[in-house]
């Protein structure tokens, strides 16, 4: 397994724009914080441009904690967990194959990147994980944001070689997501339809696939999963939300480690719908449904409301409602629920 540090040829827009004005980038916000961890940190002069106090701010809507030192100086009111290909490769061992991670600082969206890769040849099972994405794209276009040390945002490439085009693929990888926090100790995670993970109703995280075809035939597909591994809660609360994350819910370890744990599950979920077809895996992925059974309310992308009961996915991965119009099948939509409204404020 290849892996290493800023090696990647990252878009060159600019890394700025954000919903929160921030006084200086975030690439330079993420650099000052791996100053304030190093053994010499700076001093009170490299805040002197903005102030402490508006630094401070700036790196806690990113998602870092600071204090006062006794110099006067900011100092990190806990570590960052950094992410580290060695770790990752250390964690995966003799099953690193075929992954070569490569983990950089700041981008724009670790999927734009890798789709861009792909199409100029880049190996199947190339990672690209970030610290910060400056412009995360979730399903239908969304924003994902993800704070600097309490999320993990990544994207992996997966050539098909001419594998028949298949439609349950986010399904899919949301069983191996399943499966790999199970075995990280995270309790109780499910599904919500089509790509969200949720914790006790509220979302922590999410899956985005972009796949490329020729004709019936899928070439290859960029994975996007993005997980609140400890976010900072008040970033949801801005957004008027409430976001869960995986370390109130039992996880102990650091991000690498999880990075390598999803990656050895992406793979062995994928092998075993390449071996076995998605049956299987549908049943497991119905286990994990949160809203099966339920009265839902479906967000159609024409803008109109279908009320139901949930009954499960197709052998397609449609959602299939119980209506008063009798069992009904969407392709795309949003789903919500009472429950899932009281947590988050609105459809997630």
Same mark, same amino acid.
């Given at each position: ?27 330079? =916000? ?47 009111? %806990? ?11 250390? $964690? ?13 600082? $700041? ?5 734009? *990147? ?37 999320? =993990?945002?990544?994207?992996? =490439?997966?050539?098909?070689? !001419? ?21 990280? !100790? ?43 591994? !400890?976010?900072?809660? %008040? ?7 409430? !976001? ?16 390598? $744990? ?7 979920? =994928? ?15 119905? %286990? ?18 279908? *009320? ?41």
């Amino acid at each position: 397994m290849n892996s290493g540090r800023s090696t990647w040829v990252s878009d060159q827009r600019p890394l700025g724009a954000s919903p929160t004005r921030l006084p200086m980038a975030p690439e330079r =916000l993420l650099i000052l914080a791996r100053q304030l961890g190093s053994s010499v940190p700076p001093g009170p002069e490299a805040m002197v441009e903005f102030g402490a106090a508006a630094t401070a701010d700036a790196l806690a809507e990113l998602g870092v904690e600071t204090r006062a030192s006794p110099t006067g100086a900011l100092a990190l009111a %806990r570590p960052v967990d950094w992410l580290d290909a060695a770790v990752v490769a250390r $964690c995966l061992g003799n099953q690193a194959e075929p992954f070569q991670v490569s983990v950089v600082d $700041c981008v724009g969206s670790t999927n734009t *990147e890798l789709l861009r890769a792909a199409a100029l040849g880049a190996p199947h099972g190339a990672v690209l994980a970030a610290e910060l994405q400056a412009a995360g794209r979730g399903r239908g276009g969304r924003r994902w944001e993800g704070g600097i040390g309490s999320s =993990l945002v990544f994207s992996v =490439l997966w050539r098909f070689h !001419g594998q028949p085009f298949f439609e349950t693929l986010a399904l899919v990888v949301g069983v191996a997501v399943i499966r790999a926090l199970a075995s990280a !100790g995270v309790r109780d995670a499910g599904l919500k339809w089509p790509n969200d993970l949720l914790l006790e109703g509220a979302k922590a995280g999410g899956v985005l696939v972009e796949s490329r075809s020729s004709g019936a035939a899928l070439d290859f597909a960029v994975i996007g999963i993005g997980l609140n591994v !400890g976010a900072d809660p %008040r970033r949801g609360l801005r957004a008027g939300r409430v !976001g869960a994350d995986l370390r109130a819910s039992g996880f102990q370890g650091s991000r690498s480690e999880l990075l390598a $744990c999803l990656l050895l599950h992406l793979r062995r979920t =994928l092998a075993q719908h390449e071996a076995e077809g998605f049956e299987g895996l549908r049943q497991e992925w119905e %286990r994990a449904h949160v809203h099966r059974g339920q009265w839902v309310t479906l967000h159609v992308p024409d803008g109109s409301l279908v *009320e139901g009961r949930a009954l499960g996915i197709s052998a397609r991965g449609d959602l299939q409602l119980e209506t008063a119009q009798g069992t009904r099948s969407f392709r795309s939509g949003e789903v919500s629920s009472q429950a899932t409204f009281a947590t988050t404020g609105g459809p997630l």
